[in-house]
Nanobody, 127 residues
Framework: QVQLVTSGGGLVQAGGSLRLSCAAS????????IGWFRQPPGKEREFVAAIRWMNGSTYYSDSVKDRFTIARDNAKSTVAVYLQMNNLKPEDTAVYSC??????????????????WGQGTQVTVSS
């Protein structure tokens, strides 16, 4: 059973930075993407960023491109991914979750391709 553990959320002022972590345990050999999604208050969950596990290709939503960076921890034998969030804006306020996709044909930004989800972590950006 694959489990994902998310950590690193908090309260920050606009312009500040936060780093989220996602650690996966269990049978993760068939991982295709690890993605980050967020759900703002009163809105649907949306794609933020993803990394293709085999080759490290990264994908970002337009709203976070050039401010957020997704990276994997190659030093660890387990699946560990980070989301560095810089220049945070109030509109980045949301519950952030990491997720794992395994389908060969799954798209990095397609929420339907993600089967395993970590618990959410709250990110609040004050103006």
């Amino acid at each position: 059973q694959v489990q994902l553990v998310t950590s690193g959320g908090g309260l920050v002022q606009a312009g500040g930075s936060l780093r989220l972590s996602c650690a996966a345990s269990g049978p993760t050999l068939s991982t295709k993407h690890i993605g980050w999604f967020r759900q703002p208050p009163g809105k649907e969950r949306e794609f933020v960023a993803a990394i293709r596990w085999m080759n490290g290709s990264t994908y970002y939503s337009d709203s976070v491109k050039d401010r957020f960076t997704i990276a994997r921890d190659n030093a660890k034998s387990t699946v560990a991914v980070y989301l560095q969030m810089n220049n945070l804006k109030p509109e980045d306020t949301a519950v952030y979750s990491c997720a794992r996709a395994t389908g060969v044909n799954s798209r990095a930004d397609d929420i339907n391709g993600y089967r395993h989800w970590g618990q959410g972590t709250q990110v609040t950006v004050s103006s």
